[in-house]
């Protein structure tokens, strides 16, 4: 799908470029809070209309590696035992996150689409079932839905937070809603109160996608802990990276052991045997990427702090800004890993600047941003795989074509003409990063006049 493409290589672009930066910088202490910069008396032409970029040196690369990485893949491939079931590194790992995250139980799987189509097939989710689902979030989230031939049914987005909107789920359920997932988008949390109050008084399971959200906390709980499962992604772009890679965490034993099965091509945890208790598909995880992991893990909270510190810095500069509305958390979420900072880009306030020629003039300036996803239920792809013969025999054309109208989201619609995106990596610099980040945004709309009339 091209948005995803778009966003892959975008991450990846961010990422690259910073690799010459030096190890040191990534893992500095949080920084302190501090008041935030004032703009300068004259502001210098932007780089878009010949002045002098804000910055050229690159933010910093991504991932942050040294000996203890080297070490423990070194000792993985001295040992022979490569995979799961003939080393002790993933059931390491397994047993390190659980306990990381507060729950009884880790599946480590293959990565975090692998995650979630494991625990909705652990959970029986299947044809003429419905899944409730966002419309702002990673194609993996749906793809999990479609592939076990359910029904995702998309609930609109809350523009100020970028989350799901918890209080609109209610009207979307049916009889046939099986499952609620929610997505906790770029590091923050969806409203939880409301989402596991609803699930609660209609008997409806709840299974975080946490893929973006690692170590992020809701009222002191870390997110995945709180409806019946979560899902995590180490894809390379994330907070917590092996390249690929993806976990479930639960207290439901009686869960994971069925999703267990299901990731070891249907046969269970015990046994050495031939005997196939479920259908299933291999999805596991490698000893090489469950020992990446636990020296990632090594330097997790103080990357999670810097950002968090740096994030709430910057926040303090953009919102003086007017036409740029920082996303707001809710009031439950007492951490927010910022695998995102996301705001919001009023052309109205940058005298009509459309959003394209803002992103490409923050480029200009040193600072890499995007416009972040597209509305996915309204992706082409869908109506293919709606317009399916299995789809339309499991479903009939009135379903189909309800679930299409229910689906409308028009805030989110709105959301993705107005979105910017920054990604984590531009987070775990000095402060001075932050501050350029700014600059960079009003030195842009004090031109925003000329720089429109250059783009026309």
């Not at 004032?38 to 910093?60: E, K, M, S, Y």
């Not at 299933?280 to 510190?309: C, I, K, P, V, W």
């Not at 500069?317 to 809710?330: D, E, F, N, R, V």
């Not at 007492?334 to 005298?351: E, Q």
Request: charged share 15%; net charge positive.
């Amino acid at each position: 799908m091209t948005i995803n493409r778009a966003r892959r290589k975008f991450l990846g672009t961010v990422a690259a470029g910073g690799a010459s930066i030096v190890a040191s910088r990534h893992a500095a202490a949080a920084p302190q809070a501090a008041a935030p910069k004032a703009a300068p008396l004259t502001t210098p032409r932007p780089a878009v209309l010949g002045g002098t970029p804000i910055r050229t040196a690159a933010f910093p690369g991504w991932p942050v590696q040294d000996s203890r990485e080297e070490q423990a893949m070194v000792a993985v491939l001295k040992s022979g035992k490569w995979g799961r079931g003939v080393g002790g590194q993933v059931k390491a790992f397994e047993t390190q996150y659980a306990a990381l995250t507060g729950t009884q139980h880790c599946l480590a799987t293959a990565n975090g689409t692998s995650a979630l189509l494991t625990t909705l097939a652990a959970m029986g989710i299947g044809a003429g079932d419905e899944v409730i689902v966002p419309p702002y979030t990673f194609v993996a989230t749906i793809n999990a839905v479609l592939m076990l031939h359910a029904l995702p049914v998309f609930v609109d987005t809350d523009i100020e937070t970028f989350q799901i909107d918890a209080s609109k789920i209610a009207a979307a359920l049916t009889p046939q809603t099986r499952l609620i997932l929610p997505v906790h988008l770029g590091g923050s949390v969806a409203d939880m109160d409301t989402i596991m109050g609803l699930s609660t008084a209609r008997n409806i399971p709840v299974v975080e996608d946490a893929c973006q959200s690692h170590l992020a906390q809701w009222k002191g709980r870390h997110v995945g802990s709180i409806g019946k499962a979560g899902c995590f992604s180490f894809q390379a772009s994330k907070n917590l990276n092996s390249g690929e890679g993806g976990a479930i965490i639960s207290n439901d034993q009686a869960l994971v052991d069925q999703a267990y099965a299901f990731h070891n091509n249907g046969r269970p945890g015990s046994g050495s045997d031939f005997a196939y208790r479920h259908a299933g598909l291999n999805l596991r995880l490698t000893e090489f990427q469950a020992s990446l992991l636990m020296a990632q893990m090594t330097r997790l909270e103080t990357q999670f702090a810097h950002r968090e510190a740096n994030a709430a810095y910057l926040t303090k500069q953009l919102s003086q800004i007017p036409g740029i509305s920082p996303a707001k958390m809710y009031p439950g979420v007492t951490r927010n890993a910022y695998h995102l900072y996301m705001f919001r880009y009023d052309p109205s306030a940058f005298v009509g600047l459309p959003r394209a020629a803002f992103l490409k003039a923050l480029r200009a300036e040193g600072i890499p941003a995007s416009s972040g996803y597209s509305p996915l239920n309204t992706e082409p792809f869908l109506a293919s795989v709606f317009a399916s013969t299995g789809y339309q025999r499991i479903y009939g054309a009135a379903t189909l074509k309800s679930a299409e109208e229910r689906s409308r989201t028009p805030q989110n619609d709105r959301l993705c003409e107005e979105a910017v995106w920054l990604t984590q990596t531009m987070l775990i610099g000095p402060r001075e990063d932050m501050d350029h980040i700014a600059e960079a945004v009003r030195k842009i709309q004090k031109y925003a006049g000329e720089i429109a009339r250059q783009s026309n």
